[in-house]
């Protein structure tokens, strides 16, 4: 177990120090570009090209230059934004860090909950109406784009509709820190909570009922129905224990993406100062360092939550814990 966690651990490690030379040569190795130049930002004065050549080490060899780098990005933590007047990259990341969070953390919630109920209620009554109805649903939540959701969502709670009753309590478009109010927390993210899980509902749903019903004729199930184990005990039990394999697969990718800035579009959208917002800034201005870094944010999060989700794996599928 422990020499399995070791290698799991050095392919982790292996696989992100090929991302960020990956990222680096993307960024600053493309033929025919200045790096000094994309760094600095645009109509920057001679003084601050020598400054950044200098800081960042682009008179020298490219390894000095990548290690320079790194250690700006992971150890000194001062990679600078020269776009944005000196501000420094990785401060900005971890102050829009927590609004991403509470974003994806809360849509996460919905959609997990919401699509085990749809996808074990549609396997469980399959072929009925109650099935096709549920995955005709999904298909229609997969089908609308969230950028178009939520500026329709927007339309409906903010502007024609905003002073009835029913969406009176709408705060305008932000964020509301939960340390200052977490009501005002809740009401500022709970619609782009919805809409940004709406989409997710009906893939893991859809998913989730797929693998139930391809399980139903397992050995292992109708061992189960012959040893006279009840139709929901089964189904809970040992058809969506083992299901949730691929769920959780699943799962691992799609949150460590929206968390390490997939959510940009909702970010955008419903104005929350999050890793994705700051990226759509930072493509808008061509500011490289912010877009270098956020990129290396996102890729961290998705490594790491592939390697969690292997973990996983060990206590929901016995053939893995036992080497098999």
């Not at 399995?4 to 292996?14: D, E, K, N, S, V």
């Not at 600053?28 to 050549?53: C, H, L, Q």
């Not at 930072?282 to 973990?311: C, E, G, H, K, Q």
């Amino acid at each position: 177990m422990m020499l399995a966690l070791l290698r799991r651990l050095g392919q982790t490690l292996f696989v992100l120090f090929g991302i960020s030379a990956l990222v680096f040569v993307v960024f600053f190795v493309t033929p025919g570009a200045d790096p000094t130049a994309r760094i600095a930002g645009r109509n920057a004065s001679p003084a601050v090209m020598e400054k950044v050549r200098r800081e960042y080490g682009f008179d020298r060899p490219l390894p000095v230059q990548y290690a320079t780098m790194m250690k700006k990005l992971f150890i000194t933590r001062d990679l600078a934004s020269y776009v944005d007047r000196g501000e420094l990259v990785v401060p900005e990341i971890l102050r829009a860090a927590p609004v991403t969070a509470s974003l994806v953390c809360g849509a996460a919630l919905i959609w997990v909950v919401v699509s085990v109920a749809m996808g074990t209620l549609a396997a469980a009554m399959k072929d009925t109406w109650v099935d096709r109805t549920l995955m005709m649903a999904g298909l229609v939540g997969i089908s609308m784009p969230v950028f178009w959701l939520g500026q329709v969502t927007n339309l409906v709670t903010q502007s024609r509709y905003h002073d009835t009753w029913l969406f009176s309590w709408v705060p305008g478009l932000g964020y509301v820190p939960f340390g200052e109010s977490p009501l005002g927390w809740f009401r500022a993210l709970v619609i782009p909570w919805i809409v940004l899980a709406v989409m997710f509902i009906g893939i893991y749903s859809r998913v989730l009922r797929s693998d139930l019903v391809a399980l139903a004729g397992e050995d292992f199930i109708r061992t189960a129905r012959a040893k006279g184990l009840s139709p929901v005990r089964i189904l809970l039990w040992h058809g969506l224990r083992t299901s949730m394999i691929t769920f959780v697969s699943l799962f691992g990718l799609d949150f460590a993406q929206l968390v390490g800035g997939g959510a940009l579009l909702t970010e955008v959208v419903f104005g929350l100062p999050g890793v994705g917002h700051l990226t759509y800034q930072a493509l808008n201005n061509l500011d490289l360092p912010v877009i270098m870094a956020t990129v290396m944010y996102s890729a961290v999060f998705v490594v790491m939550a592939n390697a969690a989700v292997d973990l996983l794996y060990v206590f929901l599928d016995p053939r893995v814990r036992d080497g098999r």
